[in-house]
């Protein structure tokens, strides 16, 4: 984070190895703040409800296998609504942005957090940035209300508009105080997170009453710390019709394949949890689990020795997958999209064309393969009942901190609560699958392929809670989504 002093994490200590990671608060630095009643208390559809009020110390575990003489360890602030608000309704100016790639449920985020500010407090005053961050500074803004975002939650994509670089930290705050926003969330991946902190840190140094919440929006599931992004559910269900397909038409002939490519840039969750719960793959690729081609227990091996027994079959790759093979083999272009992400090749049709090459050339077997890239279809489906609600309880704990006075701020489900995280933790480093951990040894269970893990890497020494480490840094929890 930046050299401000005030920027440092805020870290509360307690007993037994207790800490907490607590997020900033605009009393942080401004002074003699008012503070409000929180109009909740007023609101008839809550007010039957006992403890409705969130309990300012309450917080959320990182990990919640313990052992007996475990330390309590890092904790996050429990999100939801406080008794004391630091916003009078009608003072607030919200402003909502959605940022970097499509994603199921970006529509409802912005629905739900429209129709909480209004509901649940009073806010009138709510627009939406057109475009991504550049929006800021260079589009028009949208007037939101409940009844123009009525229905939007049912439509795919996002009704604001997206988009991926302009992010220009100083034309963005100069934009928010220009037009007096005194809230803002932003909702993206990982890239959307880093420029949500970069806003927040120059805010605080402009020392200006806005909130900046972050909702964490990624379909590949790579933002670390909470369980899973809302999206992941819709796309793995979306990615079952591509993968049926595909088994359709490879046992519909003799020795058919069908090679399905799905979503993941550097995690291959999709493609791990679309596997397993179609139980007709016999081979997922991802990128944290590298594959060789040639020899014995290699990717041909092992279609051959498929083939050979079931007819026909089918392999699921991420698009992250095995770049390194196909950059071995097509000149690479090093090419970035206007983020800085790099663009990568089309692993699903290299290796199409490479097993195709491999049976043409061996002669020994004649084979059917046909090729399916449903991925920009995935991820333009509207989300589906269970992200629905997940979007909807992500969108209220966002208004709540932001309400109460939080700031720098991701809001986020950890062990199923809603929480708040600092935006250090979210941008520090990627989720990865850990191919060292139970979920990947259940899909080589399933699918009965090769793991292509040499095996000197995974030693007996290898304990539980220190996965193999693929990735530089990582620090991979072994609670999100894996277990
Ligand atoms: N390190 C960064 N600092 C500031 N802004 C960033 C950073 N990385 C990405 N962004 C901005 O965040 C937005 C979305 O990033 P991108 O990587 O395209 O998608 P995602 O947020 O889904 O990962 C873009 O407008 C981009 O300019
Ligand atoms: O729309 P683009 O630029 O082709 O993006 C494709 C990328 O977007 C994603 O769907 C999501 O990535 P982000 O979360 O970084 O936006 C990736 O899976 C994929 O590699
Ligand atoms: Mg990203």
């Known amino acids: 984070m930046g050299s401000n002093l005030n920027s440092k994490p805020k870290l509360v200590s307690g007993t037994a190895g207790y800490v907490l990671q607590d997020v900033p608060h605009l009393t942080d630095y401004i002074l003699n703040l008012p503070t409000y009643t929180n109009p909740l208390r007023d609101n008839p559809a809550y007010s039957v409800v006992k403890q409705y009020f969130v309990n300012v110390d309450d917080s959320v575990p990182e990990r919640i296998t313990v052992h007996s003489d475990s330390p309590r360890g890092i904790h996050f602030r429990r999100a939801g609504p406080r008794q004391k608000v630091y916003f009078d309704a009608d003072e607030v100016r919200a402003a909502i942005v959605t940022c970097g790639g499509l994603c199921p449920g970006l529509n409802t985020v912005v629905r739900e957090l429209v129709c909480s500010l209004y509901h649940m407090y009073g806010v009138k005053k709510v627009i939406g940035i057109n475009g991504g961050y550049k929006g800021f500074y260079a589009r028009n803004t949208i007037n939101l209300t409940p009844k123009s975002v009525n229905d939007i939650h049912k439509r795919g994509g996002t009704v604001l508009g997206s988009s991926r670089g302009g992010h220009v930290t100083n034309k963005i705050v100069d934009s928010i105080q220009d037009r007096g926003i005194n809230q803002v969330y932003i909702i993206g991946g990982d890239g959307t997170q880093r420029g949500a902190s970069a806003i927040f840190e120059e805010v605080r140094k402009r020392g200006l009453k806005v ?30 019709r591509a993968i049926n397909a595909a088994h359709v038409e490879a046992e519909s002939v003799e020795n058919g394949i069908g090679v399905v490519k799905l979503m993941g840039r550097y995690s291959g969750f999709i493609a791990m949890h679309a596997t397993l719960a179609s139980r007709d793959v016999d081979c997922c690729l991802i990128p944290e689990s590298p594959f060789y081609l040639e020899g014995h227990g290699g990717l041909y091996d092992y279609i051959e020795k498929t083939l050979k027994e079931n007819g026909h079959m089918v392999i699921v790759i991420a698009e992250g997958a095995g770049q390194e093979l196909v950059s071995e083999s097509i000149q690479s272009m090093n090419k970035q999209d206007e983020s800085g992400n790099k663009l990568l090749q089309d692993v699903g049709l290299w290796i ?57 701020f991701t809001s986020g489900l950890v062990h199923g609560r809603q929480t708040y995280i600092p935006f250090y933790r979210i941008i520090e480093r990627q989720n990865h699958v850990v191919i060292t951990d139970r979920m990947w040894a259940r899909l080589l269970s399933s699918t009965n392929q090769p793991s292509f893990v040499n095996c000197k890497c995974v030693t007996e020494e290898t304990k539980e809670d220190e996965p193999l480490k693929l990735f530089p840094d990582e620090n991979c929890s072994d609670e999100t989504l894996v277990n």
């Open 211 to 240: 909130a900046i919440v972050g909702i964490p929006k990624t379909i590949d599931n790579d933002i670390p710390v909470i369980d899973k992004s809302f999206g992941f559910d819709t796309a793995v269900e979306e990615a079952q």
């Open 352 to 408: 199409s064309q490479r097993i195709k090459d491999y049976f043409a050339k061996k002669k020994t077997m004649s084979i059917t393969l046909k090729y399916i890239d449903p991925t920009y279809m995935i991820r333009a489906v509207p989300s589906n009942a269970s992200d629905n609600v997940y979007c909807t309880l992500l969108a209220q704990s966002a208004v709540h901190g932001a309400m109460a006075g939080y700031t720098g």
